[in-house]
């Protein structure tokens, strides 16, 4: 009878790991192993792949939502635009007529700020709120309440809980 040699010796993979395996045993189990890292490694591969494709599309889809949202907006001004327009070159209307179609054009453009959702906000007598008004101008007056807005320069404006712009007052002391 042969003797079997069990004498046991290092096998190096590809990776740089190192496997004892005896000389009478088949290499099939580290090549086994082998194939298990190998799918292992493309699987995180793949994975890694994905998620690079995944965070390049979120980035060009929030773009083109932002494009989309803007160019409705602008969409939606448009009509005023050529309300203006042939409110300019009707040079022979007469001033009641001009003045009414300028109305006209105010309400059409509040209209679509409404529809977007934007709140006009800062009238005078409300109290002073320095989140959302903006003092330009401070005077003491004995007939009005302290912290009271006397006067409206220009509205502030609202989407939701965001403030667009700042009212900007004369505030009582």
């Known amino acids: 009878m042969a003797k079997k040699d069990t004498k046991k010796q290092d096998q190096v993979l590809d990776e740089g790991i190192e496997v004892e395996v005896e000389n009478n045993k088949e290499p099939s189990e580290t090549e086994a192993l082998q194939a298990q890292l190998n799918e292992a490694n493309e699987k995180f591969l793949r994975t890694l792949a994905e998620y690079d494709n995944y965070r390049k599309r979120s980035i060009k889809e929030k773009e083109q939502a932002y494009g989309d949202s803007k160019a409705a907006v602008l969409t939606e001004l448009l009509p005023v635009l050529d309300n203006f327009e042939r409110a300019a ?8 007529d001009y003045q009414k179609g300028i109305d006209m054009i105010f309400n059409q453009f509040n209209d679509i700020l409404k529809k977007a959702g934007v709140e006009a906000f800062g009238e005078k007598g409300d109290e002073f709120d320095p989140n959302i008004h903006s003092a330009v101008m401070h005077i003491d007056d004995e007939n009005e309440k302290e912290n009271v807005i ?23 002391n």
């Open 150 to 172: 006397v006067d409206v320069f220009s509205k502030g404006y609202k989407l939701g809980d965001r403030v667009l712009r700042a009212a900007v007052v004369k505030v009582a």
């Open 89 to 96: 070159s009707n040079k022979e209307a007469s001033l009641e």
